[in-house]
């Protein structure tokens, strides 16, 4: 009996273990997984008081929330409209947010807390985007609007992130124009990722509107670097529609979906557009300074150079010591020394009469050894560098030619430009006065194989370096490899002019013309592409864009982009016309 139940616990013991056996090697493992990650912001259970609650007089404000929460960057993320003059604290307690206020609030005041992406979930950093929270002290809330957009005046290009700050004309002391140079904002917000923004919670009366990129966090214009963007009339709110007052309902409705922002080129009545820019400051100012050479002094400035004068200090130096040269905009003025400076040089840098900077230069001959010396002095040439690219030339125009310092002596004669099987002897002029840049003055034909020949020493420079052998070969392109854009234009402005360009899609320029009157114009030999055309309305006539001043009311020069971009094609014409209001 005994052995019969000993052999039964062994049977079933045998069986148990090829069951186990077979499921271990039949079966897939598979890794645990911790099912979908969490995406959801924390959502808003209650607060005290409740959301657009009125005649609010605790000194703080609790939020709970639906999980764990934490705060990411409140002082950068949370601000007040209208702002606190002492910054309120923030306590986090596992699941809610406590708003401790460090000072009296205004009396019949709505006040709106927006929170940008401070609040998020503790495990996952989902932020809640887009939450306000809204009470007053008074009776009521405030329920008119404004909503607008900041941009880039000189490009148009989106400020995100910038503040839009609204003021009342109520103070007897400040002139209303010196507000966000004085006085904190009674309504605050930022502008989106889009440049949109909408300030809620106003009430019915007419406000300034300023924005500014707020170096300092202290909503004054108050820096030098501070970028602003203005309107010059007052602008009034107006009301856009009901405020969702059920907290569960408000809380699950995206905040930028109740805002439909309007395109950028039909925009509605009562829709504020701004353009921000540095302001203009009238100051001429030296930026830069140095020896970047042993004979190249560069200096730049604030503004296009006007009346530089430059004069050593405790030094005489011999007549024609040095030749300069204006950069394109005239911002930059270089030096060609004569001969190196061998000790210490100080300037003096003025604009008409007064002083802006005294600068000094120091040059030390460095240390080298005989072989060394031979192998520098081998190597010093004057360079010379010519337009083609990619050895291609644009037909129907000339070859130019830039040289590393300017020229003293020249011998043209010896220069040949191959033209497939002819050989030429083209005229060489020089287009400046300090002899840096000259065209080859022959016009290049389409579809050709050319070779210049400029020999050795054909070129010597200020300072008796001269040119090794160069030799370029090129092509030029067919001219039915090119495109052609007409653009008619029309603009009815009677001040100014303006600068029509055409642009690479990051905005280099690469044509420009401009243009006084309305009427057709020709862009010649555009490469195969699309391209982006831009108007800058010049209203002073100096050929470029300007930017504002704000006590002197005066915006940025206003900029246009074509609708569309333009798609050149190789051997086409094609034509677009252009109405700029």
Known sequence: MKLNLLFRIFVLLTGISIFVFLVSHCAHPVAPTGGPKDETPPQVKESKPENYSIFFSDQQIVISFDEFIDLKNPMGEIFFSPPLETNAKYKTKGKSLHIVFQEELKENTTYTIYFGNAIIDITEQNPKTNYEFVFSTGPEIDSLSVRGEVLNGFDLKAEKEVLVLLYTDNNDTVPLDSLPLLVRPVSATRTDKEGHFQLNNLKDEPFKIFALADANNNYRYDLPNERIAFIDSLIYPEYMGPVLQDTALRDTVDAEAQIEFPEKFALPENYYSMLMFDEFDSIQRLTFSDLIKKDEIIFTFKYPAQNIIISPVDTVLTPGWKLEEYGFLRDSLTYYLRFPVLDTLILEVKCDTVVLD???????????????????????????????????????????????????????????????????????????????????????????????????????????????????SFKTNAENDYGTFNLNVDFSVSQGQYIIQILDSREKILRKKIIKTPGLFTFHYLLPGKYLIKAIHDRNGNGKWDTGDYLQHLQPEQVFYYKKEIDVRANWDIQEEWFIP
Do not use: C, W
């Open 358 to 472: 005294t600068v000094s230069f120091m040059y030390r001959e460095r240390q080298v050894s005989r072989r060394d010396k031979k192998k520098i002095q081998k190597k010093e040439t004057l360079k010379i560098s010519n337009n083609t690219k990619s050895r291609k030339a644009v037909p129907n125009t000339k070859l130019k030619l830039s040289f590393s310092r300017p020229v003293e002596r020249y011998y043209p004669e010896k220069i040949m430009l191959l033209e497939g099987n002819d050989t030429l002897l083209p005229a060489l002029i020089f287009t400046d006065s300090i002899q840096r840049h000259a065209v080859i003055d022959h016009t290049l034909q389409g579809s050709e194989s050319y070779q210049l020949i400029i020999p050795d020493t054909t070129f010597t420079d200020i300072r008796g370096v001269s040119n090794d052998t160069n030799i370029v």
